[in-house]
């Protein structure tokens, strides 16, 4: 599993960052893309944005600091996104057929979210030496 998630993790958060906040400004500039077909299963977006905002800037704060909190935090936020990811994934899959990349695309980031967010838990209770994966 190190070969997956060692040094690619910071890139799985900041992939998930980025198009978190990317989706959230989309939503504020213009709601109207929610009237689309594939969008259907969204039904308020000021929601969405408030939780990708949130969890965006809180994987952002993360991303950007070197420390053994922000590893735990990071951790937890990745988690977070994860849940995030599969509800859109969810939501898109509301507008099959046809198949897009909605449904199965955001369905793999969940699953790398998910992923490095464990693994971010268990490199953080490795550093403390207490084999937990809770609060530092």
Not at 61 to 86: D, E, N, P, V
Not at 90 to 99: E, T, V
């Amino acid at each position: 599993m190190k070969w997956l998630f060692a040094t690619p993790t910071r890139a799985i958060e900041a992939l998930s960052c980025v198009l978190m906040l990317g989706f959230a400004l989309a939503l504020i500039v213009d709601g109207r893309m929610l009237a689309l077909p594939d969008y259907r299963g969204f039904t308020d977006r000021w929601y969405l944005v408030l939780g990708f905002t949130v969890v965006g800037l809180i994987c952002l704060q993360c991303l950007l600091r070197k420390t053994k909190h922000s590893l735990f935090c990071s951790g937890y936020s990745m988690i977070l996104a994860a849940l995030g990811w599969a509800i859109v994934g969810a939501q898109f899959a509301l507008s099959y057929p046809p198949l897009t990349f909605g449904q199965v695309g955001y369905t793999i980031l969940s699953l790398f979210s998910l992923l490095a967010g464990l693994y971010n838990l268990k490199q953080s209770s490795k550093e403390r030496g207490d084999g937990s994966m809770g609060h530092p």
